[in-house]
DNA sequence: TAAGATTTGTTCGTATGTATC
DNA sequence: GGATACATACGAACAAATCTT
């Protein structure tokens, strides 16, 4: 976690090192110490006490410092005996939940997103066929188990449209390119996000349902075969029908405001 | 900024809402007031004495709370008269930076990042076919131009090495989808970091910067010509001669390594 | 169960720094 | 330069959580 980027300065590093407001200077410089003492996930950090010491700052500074770190995800606090602040690998959750703050000014269109999936996620299925554990395997098929029946309710239908989702996601974590995994599963959360507030399931469509179930068992069928080419074909088609009857939901919706 | 996911929570929502250590509920209540009152980028929160008032914490707690929606970029704080606190969009730079943090400690290859790099950068390279202005085109002739000679010291090896980077970074930011330009940024980025760190530049490769800026020079030419086809086509044999010399290189310094 | 130890969490009062007018 | 309006920083005291005995 090498500097943050926080300064746009790019040439005059030695310069003038503290001129940033005073807690955000030393997070970097925990950070820095951190990484000089070589410590890993899990490993300790001093207490407040040691803390001020070393770093010659008030409680309430380093506290500041540590409240940045801790938002970043970097490092984890518990009270009482044998507490302290804890080295933490920032989880993809963690990931997801940040970069998501980012694209929340930006407007993505599904379109932008799916121009991406079809993309990726053909090759992530390529990549795992007769890879997977059988549990793995056990587990995406209870995910599709779950929009076996066409839903009843509004309510159903989300809950539906969400686990889709997840299937992909799921898919996702089994990824053995972290960085591929990571923006597939990324993609996943932010249409689950647009799903649920923008109601892209509101107008339930069941051609998309049967269509897009069947494909996953498609795919889960050539991942247990091993079938590369073939999880690639059906998953790159599954990615094209979806595009097209997502799109054609966020459609109807608009209709539906112009006619209301 | 929906609900940044500290929690593992999925189903008890409603339940201990205030669980969490102090000043980061504090910070996504603020940061649900923000969305609740429709603020958007530039505009100013109350000061530190108001939100003391509003969230019934003290002064330290609030100082706290916005450290930690400041170091997730999504506020500024100045001082001064007319100072405060204000909404500020994530800027791409600040969520590098944080999603770095999380592979910071997930050990990427070369080749998981080429993968992706060999998927993306040449539809990146087509959508951008004649959409560029020749401002634009220039910047990134200016770019090319810092690396027409062969370097002679080690340091100006490294220093072409990342600016041959730049020239991804900037055609990245170029990109209507910005989706796909953040990525492609952020993998030029991470490219950036290792060439510096793991010295990837040091066994300078006379042939890599040959090839690479003659691909680059090629793609400038295509894009001005409007010739989505070619541009995609120059790209794609650039990402595979680039990630076939990477490697190399990388080898070359395990060699290195093991000799020594 | 209860007491005590340890470590973070929270508050308040005060003083200092900084940018604008 | 001085007044003003803000954030920034410090220190001491007290509260809460959690582990041990």
Same mark, same amino acid.
């Given at each position: 976690? *090498? @500097?943050?980027?926080?300064?746009?300065?790019?040439?005059?590093?030695?310069?003038?090192?503290?001129?940033?407001?005073? *807690?955000?200077?030393?997070?970097?410089?925990?950070?820095?110490?951190?990484?000089?003492?070589?410590?890993?996930?899990?490993?300790?950090? *001093?207490?407040?006490?040691?803390?001020?010491?070393?770093?010659?700052?008030?409680?309430? !500074?380093?506290?500041?410092?540590?409240?940045?770190?801790? /938002? #970043?995800?970097?490092?984890? !606090?518990?009270?009482?005996? @044998?507490?302290?602040?804890?080295?933490?690998?920032?989880?993809?959750?963690?990931?997801?939940?940040?970069? @998501?703050?980012?694209?929340?000014? +930006?407007?993505?269109?599904?379109?932008? %997103?799916?121009? =991406?999936?079809?993309?990726?996620?053909?090759? $992530?299925?390529?990549? =795992?066929?007769?890879? =997977?554990?059988?549990? #793995?395997?056990? !587990?995406?098929?209870?995910?599709?188990? +779950?929009?076996?029946?066409?839903?009843?309710?509004?309510?159903?239908?989300?809950?539906?449209?969400?686990?889709? =989702?997840?299937?992909?996601?799921? &898919?996702?974590?089994? /990824?053995?390119?972290?960085?591929?995994?990571? %923006? %597939?599963?990324?993609?996943?959360?932010?249409?689950?996000?647009?799903?649920?507030?923008?109601? &892209?399931?509101?107008?339930?469509?069941?051609?998309?349902?049967?269509?897009? +179930?069947?494909?996953? $068992? #498609?795919?889960?069928?050539? $991942?247990?075969?091993?079938?590369?080419?073939?999880?690639?074909?059906?998953?790159?088609?599954?990615?094209?029908? /979806?595009?097209?009857?997502?799109? /054609?939901?966020?459609?109807?919706? &608009?209709?539906?405001?112009?006619?209301?």
């Amino acid at each position: 976690m *090498p @500097g943050d980027g926080t300064d746009r300065s790019e040439l005059k590093a030695g310069a003038e090192v503290q001129k940033r407001s005073r *807690p955000v200077a030393v997070a970097d410089a925990i950070k820095d110490w951190v990484v000089s003492q070589g410590l890993r996930g899990g490993d300790r950090l *001093p207490g407040e006490a040691e803390m001020m010491e070393r770093f010659g700052r008030s409680k309430g !500074t380093i506290r500041e410092a540590m409240r940045i770190l801790e /938002a #970043q995800g970097l490092v984890k !606090t518990r009270t009482g005996p @044998g507490g302290g602040s804890f080295v933490h690998e920032v989880s993809g959750e963690r990931a997801r939940a940040l970069l @998501g703050n980012y694209f929340y000014f +930006r407007d993505l269109t599904l379109h932008d %997103i799916y121009s =991406l999936r079809r993309m990726m996620e053909p090759e $992530l299925a390529a990549s =795992l066929a007769g890879k =997977l554990r059988e549990d #793995q395997l056990a !587990t995406l098929e209870e995910i599709a188990e +779950r929009y076996r029946h066409p839903a009843t309710t509004a309510e159903e239908e989300r809950a539906q449209h969400v686990a889709s =989702l997840l299937f992909h996601q799921r &898919l996702a974590g089994y /990824a053995e390119n972290e960085l591929l995994g990571f %923006i %597939i599963g990324f993609m996943a959360q932010i249409l689950t996000d647009m799903t649920v507030y923008r109601k &892209l399931y509101d107008p339930p469509n069941v051609e998309l349902w049967s269509k897009g +179930r069947a494909y996953q $068992l #498609q795919l889960i069928e050539a $991942l247990r075969d091993g079938d590369a080419v073939r999880a690639r074909l059906v998953m790159s088609d599954h990615m094209a029908t /979806a595009e097209a009857l997502m799109e /054609a939901q966020e459609a109807e919706i &608009l209709k539906g405001f112009m006619s209301a």
